[in-house]
């Protein structure tokens, strides 16, 4: 199985702020890696997948980046919406896996 | 608009059995992929296992945890997705959320549905 370890697990940070989310995966995955945002109560959202591709309607602050074991998520400039947990994902084999999150606050 | 609504969920006791829908509106079901992911209370994600088209075979896969227990399958024609949970277990206890597996710049999993709680306790 592919493991995904993310960090940090949490992250305290303030609207405006940069931040930055790292994903690595145990083995090559290519460029498959998604990244969903979830809040508390609801279900997971796509907002980035194969490790660039923007869903349509995120907002362009979020960005994604990296290949073959190390991947990034990047938000430029925080928004107070954007308080949540964020998970990367792999795709490139299965058992999909999920990193444990990184819960930002 | 793409829609999954899961239903089924409840408390029920170790060894037990529920049998889990989602129903699906919006898009070609018979066309689609589709995947059960579930989330422990206050922990992370993990997928479940997938199911895919009738043209594909109907294949299914399953993570190792639930393999032998659990059944995913599908009906077309009602645009539904079922997931059998057999022989429960209480680590069986979580959120489950059945997801549409998309493609492009590989398989992702969008929407995904509201989710339903699935209590396993004595």
């Known amino acids: 199985d592919t493991q995904m370890t993310q960090s940090p697990s949490s992250l305290s940070a303030s609207v405006g702020d940069r931040v930055t989310i790292t994903c690595r995966a145990s083995?090559?995955?290519?460029?498959?890696l998604n990244w969903y945002q979830q809040k508390p109560g609801k279900a997971p959202n796509l907002l980035i997948s194969?490790?660039?591709s923007l869903k349509s309607g995120v907002p362009s602050r979020f960005s994604g980046s990296g290949s073959g074991t190390d991947f990034t998520l990047t938000i430029s400039s925080l928004q107070p919406e954007d308080f949540a947990t964020y998970y990367c994902q792999q795709s490139n084999s299965l058992p999909i896996t999920f990193g444990q999150g990184t819960r930002l606050e | 608009e793409v829609q999954l609504v899961e239903s089924g969920g409840g408390l029920v006791k170790p060894g037990g059995s529920l049998r889990l829908s989602c129903a699906a509106s919006g898009f070609a079901f018979s066309n689609a992929w589709m995947t059960w992911v579930r989330q422990a209370p206050g922990k992370g994600l993990e997928w479940v296992g997938r199911?895919?088209?009738?043209?594909?075979?109907?294949?299914?896969d399953y993570a190792a945890p639930v393999k032998g227990r659990f059944t995913i399958s599908r009906d077309d024609s009602k645009n539904t997705l079922y997931l059998q949970m057999d022989g429960l277990k209480t680590e069986d206890t979580a959120v489950y959320y059945c997801a549409l597996r998309g493609y492009s710049n590989g398989p992702w999993f969008d929407p995904w549905g509201q989710g339903t709680l699935v209590a396993v306790s004595s």
């Open positions: 199911i895919k088209t009738k043209t594909d075979g109907a294949t299914t």
């Open positions: 083995q090559s995955i290519s460029r498959y």
């Open positions: 194969g490790a660039s």
